[in-house]
Structures are given as C-alpha cells and as structure tokens.
C-alpha cells in the first residue's frame, strides 16, 4: 500500500463536437453502422487546439481541484502516446506554457501507448511515497484526429481528441486514499496488431522511403480483441489474487474505452457489474491514453466517484500490454 492521493483532477475537450453524421458526410461511412460497430456516437476533434495547449488547460483545472499554484509541483509527467514534438520532452514545454518556475520541478515523458497515465501513476506513486517529490503533475494530451487511416473505417471512427490531469500528493496521516495494486504485463506477439510506423528513426520522415500511409494509425481491430479477450481474465485473476480484494467490493471501474465490446466484455465475463463500470465512450470515443483519466476526472467531478470509495483502472494498449490499478480515492 503507497499512501498517495489524487488531491486534484482536471479534463480538456476540444471545442469541435465530431457526429457520426459528420463523418458519414466526410468518409462515406454509414452512421448507423459507426454506432454499431464502435459504440460511439460523437467525439471531438481539435481546430486550433494542440497537444500542449489541452494538457495546459486541463492541468490548470487539476491543480485548481488541488487548491494548489503550479508553484507547488515538483515533477511534471505528460503521459501520452504522442509528444507535441520530437525534442523537448512534452513536460518541459508544459512547465513553460502553465509560467511555472524555472528548475523547480522536474519533468519528463512517458509513453506506454493507451496505458500511460496508469504507468505514470504506478511510477509517481513509488516516488511520492518514498518523498523524492512532494506533488506530481500527471498529464495525458493526444491528437489522435491527425493520423487516423480513412482506409480502415473501425479505428478511423472510434478516436477522439483530449487532455486529461491529476495532481498526486502524499495522503496526510489517517485519509484513506491510498494506491493498493498495479501490475502490468506486456506480450509482444501483438506488437504488429497496433502501429503507426512513421515519426521514428526507422521510418525517419527524411527518408525518400517513408511514404505518407506510413505516418497514418493501423490497428487490426478483431484480432486484438480476440487475443485480449484470451489473456485478460487469467491476468485480473493474478491480480486480484494480489490485491486481495473481491471484485463485488469495487465501487467503481474505469475502463479504457477501447470499444464497446473491450467494455462489455469486462461486465459479460470478467465478473463485473454494469453498475460498477464508467463509460464515456458513446460521447467521448477512444482517446487514448486521454481515455482513463478523462472517464476519472469526470466522474469526480459529476459525484460517480467520492473520496473513500474503492477504484479500479483497467485496459488494454499497443504492444499487446494489460494493465490494472486499484486505488482508494
């Protein structure tokens, strides 16, 4: 048990609301079939909106929830599959664009595609509890609308675009928060299942050989779910064997919103109940690594979720990695 808590969370959407009408007009992709196939409905896409300025105002709202000034994190974690450029890290730009002082904190990225707020989480709980920092700044930003495939219409449909953030402080003596559990495994005969093979030094953009589909998203729905769907319920059966928990005692689990059935199969065979289950998927889409605290901070902030209560994080990313976290809020 690391007794840490989440003192403050914040969201950013974009202001352009996306309607599967909308994109039946744009990719010919009946609406109906949109709905069914992915279970979203709307999801919004940025304009004038980047990645640092979505992460900069939801972290804003995060530390405002905190009641603390930026002047007070230590450490900055932007945890997102795709940083606003190359070099600098992400972080360091966001501690310039929220003023906050120079050499006052330290920041720094991670990428662990659709799980990377949990990650960082794990990571930032460890350092909290052992006091190397006193307030983490954890921040997801992505734009998936940029490089989604109109060739593959089920992954071209299901993302959206948002920023989401939590300040995490150390729990004062007697508050319940507490992070009890994370654990993660990763298995990488489904690397290939999720890619984008552009933006790296393999397929560098200065190449005469990286051609535009290159820096566009593949995923291979079906087959991701299929291998997921097998692994999945021995992993939550390691886990909870650690946690030492009953999954009838979870008051709340969030998902990543990968897609409807990835949601579905969480409550038709892994033990869980619909009540339990927070989903925004029908008007948010999958937002990537966005996905997990974007469902968290807005459930905090509609009452879905109250201090004391038990909180499990669950999902899936590239890789193929699983990922579960349970904490007291």
């Not at 729990?171 to 299942?193: D, M």
């Amino acid at each position: 048990m690391l007794p840490v808590k989440i003192a403050g969370s914040g969201w950013y959407l974009p202001e352009q609301r996306v309607t599967n009408a909308d994109l039946e007009e744009r990719l010919n992709i009946p609406a109906q079939w949109i709905a069914q196939a992915t279970g979203v409905y709307e999801r919004r896409y940025v304009t004038d909106e980047t990645t640092l300025s979505m992460a900069a105002a939801a972290s804003r709202m995060a530390l405002t929830n905190a009641g603390l000034g930026v002047e007070a994190l230590d450490a900055m974690i932007c945890a997102s599959t795709a940083p606003h450029q190359a070099i600098p890290c992400t972080a360091a730009l966001l501690q310039r664009e929220l003023d906050a002082p120079e050499g006052k904190s330290a920041c720094f990225d991670v990428n662990a595609t659709c799980l990377s707020f949990m990650v960082a989480l794990q990571m930032a709980a460890h350092m909290v509890a052992a006091g190397v920092y006193q307030n983490v700044l954890i921040c997801s930003s992505e734009v998936a609308s940029c490089s989604l495939n109109p060739n593959e219409k089920e992954s071209a449909v299901l993302f959206g675009d948002a920023a989401a953030a939590v300040v995490l402080t150390r729990s004062a003596e007697g508050e319940a928060s507490a992070l009890w559990h994370a654990h993660f495994e990763t298995y990488s005969s489904g690397a290939e299942l999720t890619e984008l093979l552009g933006g790296g030094t393999h397929r560098h953009p200065n190449q005469p050989t990286t051609t535009p589909e290159m820096n566009m998203f593949h995923m291979r729905g079906p087959a991701i779910f299929r291998q997921a769907a097998v692994l999945m319920g021995p992993f939550l059966d390691r886990f909870f064997a650690k946690l030492d928990w009953e999954r009838a005692e979870l008051d709340v689990i969030i998902p990543h919103q990968a897609s409807r059935h990835a949601i579905e199969q969480l409550s038709r065979r892994l033990g869980f109940t619909n009540d339990q289950l927070v989903m925004n998927l029908a008007q948010r889409g999958n937002c990537i690594s966005a996905s997990i605290p974007l469902a968290f901070a807005e459930s905090v902030a509609n009452g879905r979720i109250q201090r004391g209560q038990r909180v499990l994080l669950v999902g899936t990313g590239a890789g193929l990695t699983l990922g579960a976290l349970a904490l007291t809020y």
